[in-house]
């Protein structure tokens, strides 16, 4: 089953999100050890913005069940609005869904 994001917030910041994802049928987390994982952000016309995955390192798996999403300020670039997120992970030959809906990015500064 699909984590459901709606207009979750955000700054155009750097991002450092942890995701625990479970089977829906037992509660139990799901090993992920071995999964590719990959999350896009698009604007409202379905252009790419950013691509995030277990092959360039911007998605960790840390634990059963649990991943992390962390884009650097240099990489998200996105101006303030509203953005699709999606995203999928593949084990074990299977390919299923992980999370869809909006993130509203306001504007930020970077840290120094």
């Known amino acids: ?30 090993d992920l050890t071995g999964a590719f994982i990959a999350v896009e952000i698009t604007d409202a016309e379905g252009c790419h913005k950013i691509y995030a995955s277990t092959d360039n390192g911007l998605i960790s798996i840390v634990s059963t069940g649990v991943f992390t999403l962390t884009i650097p300020y240099s990489q998200t670039n ?35």
């Open 1 to 30: 089953m699909a984590i459901t994001l709606n207009s979750a917030e955000t700054s155009n910041r750097d991002w450092n999100y942890q995701f625990e994802v479970d089977d829906e049928d037992t509660g139990d987390p799901i």
């Open 78 to 112: 996105l101006c303030a609005g509203t953005y699709n997120i999606g995203g999928y992970y593949q084990l074990n030959g299977d390919t299923l869904d992980l999370l869809e809906g909006s993130i509203a990015v306001r504007t930020g500064r970077p840290r120094p």
